[in-house]
């Protein structure tokens, strides 16, 4: 048999329901500044890749040039702040006083 009487899902969904409600401010913010950094470094990466090929692709184009080097800064400053992302989550949990 592969399931027992006490690994029903109902028995799991009240595990589930005790682990969120034993969620700390301190856990919570953790968990929410990995997905700020997450985000921000996948959409960085998304413009760096959007603005090479747009360099690579430009063939010269002052127009289309200028547009990839845009991409490329977006890109940075998306680095930068994924970079800075747990700082300022830091300063965030010494404000709130978690």
């Known amino acids: 048999m592969l399931f027992s009487a006490t690994h029903s899902p109902a028995a799991n969904a009240g595990d589930h329901a005790q682990l969120v409600a034993a969620a700390t401010l301190p856990q919570v913010i953790s968990n929410v500044r990995d997905w700020i950094v997450g985000i921000l470094a996948g ?4 413009f760096l890749t959007i603005g090479g090929l747009r360099y690579v692709m430009a063939g010269g184009d002052p127009g289309e040039v200028e547009k990839a080097k845009g991409a490329l800064k977006s890109a940075a400053v998306g680095y930068i702040l994924a970079v800075l992302a747990p ?11 978690a």
């Not at 700082?87 to 006083?97: D, K, N, P």
């Open 43 to 46: 959409v960085a990466t998304l």
């Open 87 to 97: 700082a300022l989550v830091s300063v965030l949990q010494g404000i709130v006083g």
